[in-house]
């Protein structure tokens, strides 16, 4: 199975400040792979889905790069609505995993 | 309007079984790929099964031989039979539709239905 490691586990931050989360996979997994924001109590949201493709209504601030096994999810000013929990996951083969989640949190 | 609504959560002892269903609307389950995800108590996403359009089926390690995914078509709903529960598959599960043509990309989520395995 294919292993997802996200870091940080969690981040510290202000309104306007650059984020960038980033997800490793344990094998090549070519751009295979999305993002997903999750808000208390919520279900998780689609943001990026093949690596760096924005999902419609997703606003701009939100991008993704990477690919192979390395990838990155940047929030370029960050906004009160941002605070959240974010997760990287791998569609490139069954079972789909998923990263362990960042954590945004005001500072 | 599309929609996912989850039912069939609730509190089961250790070793019983139950079974989620997952009523779509708007879209037909059988033309797409459908998930399961789950998520502890305070903790992660998990991915738990896919059901492709054709049939085949794949799950998590955690759930293999203990969890089927299934569907009918007659009431355009998905389910997942959960058997010989554990203390560890206390979860929200979540029923999703990935997007078409795209399985893995978890597109359309439903609320999501708590299932408590204690005794």
């Known amino acids: 199975d294919i292993q997802m490691t996200q870091s940080p586990s969690s981040l510290s931050a202000s309104v306007g400040d650059r984020v960038t989360i980033t997800c490793r996979a344990s094998q090549s997994i070519n751009r295979f792979l999305n993002w997903y924001q999750q808000k208390p109590g919520k279900a998780p949201k689609l943001l990026i889905y093949a690596a760096s493709n924005l999902e419609s209504g997703v606003p701009s601030r939100f991008s993704g790069s990477g690919s192979g096994t390395d990838f990155a999810l940047t929030i370029s000013s960050l906004q009160p609505e941002d605070f959240a929990a974010y997760y990287c996951q791998q569609s490139y083969s069954p079972p789909l995993t998923f990263g362990g989640g960042t954590k945004v949190e005001v500072k | 309007e599309v929609q996912l609504v989850e039912s069939g959560g609730g509190l089961i002892q250790p070793g019983g079984s139950l079974r989620l269903s997952c009523a779509a609307s708007?879209?037909?389950?059988?033309?797409?790929?459908m998930t399961w995800v789950r998520q502890a108590p305070g903790k992660g996403l998990e991915w738990v099964s896919v059901l492709y359009s054709g049939g085949s089926t794949y799950y998590a390690d955690s759930v293999k031989g203990r969890f089927t995914i299934s569907r009918d078509d007659s009431k355009n709903t998905l389910y997942l039979q959960m058997n010989s529960l554990r203390a560890e598959d206390t979860a929200v599960y979540y029923c999703?539709?990935?997007?078409?043509?795209?399985?893995?990309?978890?597109?359309?989520w439903g609320q999501g239905t708590l299932v408590t395995v204690s005794s």
């Open positions: 999703v539709r990935d997007r078409p043509s795209e399985v893995g990309q978890l597109l359309l």
């Open positions: 708007g879209f037909t389950v059988s033309n797409t790929y």
